[in-house]
């Protein structure tokens, strides 16, 4: 008998086609950890007990709150440690971390591609928001506009790159079928976090949206079925006899090529622009040029937090690493500049008790500042 978790029952406030509801959804389900999804659009109480405006968000028995899925899997890694998400090995351990960040970050751009630019998902996905969130599916479109302008034509997307945007996908999805030919998940016989940061885009978007869906169930069924096996996997069925897999084969290749060469330099630029005090600012990849991009203030945490990773590893596994990544560049290089800080790390250290609504007030510039989200 498993030692009685004090935190639990858990409340999972999110949606049930949210891309991070459904990563943290997937975790909590493998981990088979007590939650409740407590399904809604109610981003204000989250926001009066947390400080930050954006879902998944989790309440604790005890009346704690985790927010952003990252953290918040960190954390439950501590409580729930068995069977962990984390290979043994300090060089893949930081691979998958790696991966998990790009499929949080990366992937979002095509995400909102496929929902928002095909005009059926667009008028499916517009009609289910609006009616969960306001009781009114007719104004789908104001919706579908509002979330096409803020990811898509004001966040760098032109007439000029709109389509190798929508290529993202099919590129992701060629890498997991190879992938998923030969073992059942990313990095070998259990999840790693690499899974679930994928899952966010793969199930609740790509998965799930009408245009996209079809084209994964058409094209890419070992990936359809990598869906349903993580939805459905206990991590105490899969057993304690972990076998990971250090990525090899030129399946890999196209993707390590993706995060050396732009994912990684796009966080570097962000994190300059970020410094720099820019608002936006043109990022011009090997594969993927963005103008105007805005400068996202949260990725600049998310790639200190990737430096900090990797400057934790030793001589020889940093090697690894940089070997895996010699064929299409060297990552070591913006791995080990010297990060530049977004001042996040108290934000994100978790759980929190609840600010009760303290950090509201039209005067303060920390509310103020709070109340201006980070992107994601
Ligand atoms: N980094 C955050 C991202 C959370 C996020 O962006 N959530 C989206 C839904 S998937 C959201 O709440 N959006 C609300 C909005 O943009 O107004 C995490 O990992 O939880």
Redesign the pocket.
């Known amino acids: 008998m498993k030692q009685k978790d004090p935190n639990a029952p858990y409340q999972l406030h999110g949606v049930n086609i949210?891309?991070?509801?459904g990563k943290l959804e997937a975790y909590l389900r493998y981990k088979d950890i007590p939650h409740e999804l407590n399904d809604g659009y109610d981003?204000g109480r989250v926001f009066f007990h947390t400080g930050i405006?954006?879902?998944?968000a989790i309440e604790t028995a005890r009346g704690q709150w985790l927010?952003?899925?990252?953290p918040t899997i960190r954390w439950f890694e501590t409580v729930y440690p068995d069977i962990s998400i984390t290979p043994k090995s300090k060089a893949l351990s930081f691979i998958s971390l790696l991966l998990e960040d790009y499929g949080?970050e990366w992937l979002w751009r095509p995400a909102m591609w496929w929902r928002w630019m095909p005009p059926v998902s667009r008028r499916a996905l517009g009609t289910r928001i609006m009616r969960g969130a306001l009781g009114a599916p007719a104004l789908w479109w104001y919706f579908a506009q509002r979330q096409s302008r803020e990811w898509l034509w004001g966040d760098g997307m032109s007439k000029t790159n709109s389509d190798s945007i929508r290529d993202m996908y099919f590129e992701e999805l060629e890498f997991l079928e190879s992938v998923f030919a030969k073992q059942p998940f990313i990095l070998g016989s259990h999840p790693s976090a690499a899974d679930f940061g994928y899952f966010a885009s793969m199930f609740r978007h790509f998965g799930n949206d009408p245009d996209p869906a079809e084209i994964m169930r058409a094209r890419a069924p070992h990936t359809y079925a990598w869906l349903a096996r993580l939805w459905d996997t206990k991590a105490h069925d899969l057993g304690t006899t972990q076998k990971w897999v250090f990525p090899k084969g030129r399946h890999w290749t196209p993707l390590l090529d993706r995060i050396a060469n732009d994912y990684l330099p796009y966080l570097q630029a962000n994190a300059e622009a970020f410094r720099d005090g820019k608002k936006r600012f043109d990022f011009v990849g090997k594969n993927h040029t963005f103008r105007r991009t805005k400068t996202t203030f949260?990725r600049v945490w998310c790639l200190e937090v990737l430096q900090r990773h990797f400057r934790a590893l030793n001589a020889r596994e940093r090697a690894r690493v940089d070997a895996l990544f010699a064929p299409v560049g060297k990552i070591s290089k913006i791995l080990s500049t010297r990060p530049i800080s977004a001042d996040m790390d108290d934000l994100y250290d978790l759980p929190k008790p609840s600010l009760k609504g303290s950090h509201i007030t039209l005067t303060s510039p920390r509310g103020w500042r709070l109340g201006a989200q980070p992107r994601?």
């Open positions: 949210s891309y991070f509801t981003l405006k954006k879902m998944p927010y952003d899925t990252t949080d949260y994601n």
